[in-house]
């Protein structure tokens, strides 16, 4: 089932994955600007910026006000503030599973290391795993 707000985080997240898009947005950040003020950095067609721009305000992260003939564009924050939180429940997930694993190993290796009668798991920067005895000296 998809919810509202899954759809706005989608179509959010989609308009920052072009790297145009973000850099159109990165310029935002300093005030308003006009469509050929923001095309003016990228070698492709004032058509092909309007795309992109496009896809900016169907995602609610710019808006555009007519000013006469010109049209102005201003980013709109609370779409990417929306992101932004989205990414930081997760990141929270993630580290508590993260930090719930890497106590459950600790505790299996503390309980082999007992168990072995001196056989311990050495584990190395890389990820490996190498068993070694306490007589070997190392």
């Known amino acids: ?22 850099a159109i947005l990165q310029r935002l950040t300093q005030g308003e600007a006009r469509v050929t003020e923001l095309a003016h950095p990228f070698a492709m067609s004032l058509n092909a910026v309007s795309k ?6 169907r995602a609610r992260v710019v808006r555009r006000r007519r000013a006469g ?24 997930i993630w580290t508590r599973s ?9 505790a299996e290796d503390r309980l082999a290391a007992k168990t072995r009668g ?13 068993r070694r005895t306490k007589a070997s000296g190392r």
Do not use: C, F, K, Y
Not at 8 to 22: E, Q
Not at 98 to 106: A, C, N, P
Not at 122 to 127: F, P, T, W
């Open 118 to 130: 001196g056989v311990h798991l050495d584990v190395r920067r890389a990820g490996r795993a190498r």
């Open 98 to 106: 993260l930090d719930t694993l890497e106590s459950i190993l600790l």
């Open 69 to 92: 003939r010109e049209h102005l564009l201003a980013i709109e924050p609370e779409m990417l503030d929306q992101a932004a939180s989205w990414i930081v429940a997760q990141r929270a």
């Open 52 to 57: 992109h721009i496009r896809v900016l305000e």
């Open 1 to 22: 089932m998809v919810r509202v707000g899954q759809s706005n985080l989608s179509r959010t997240l989609r308009a920052l994955a072009d790297p145009t898009r973000r």
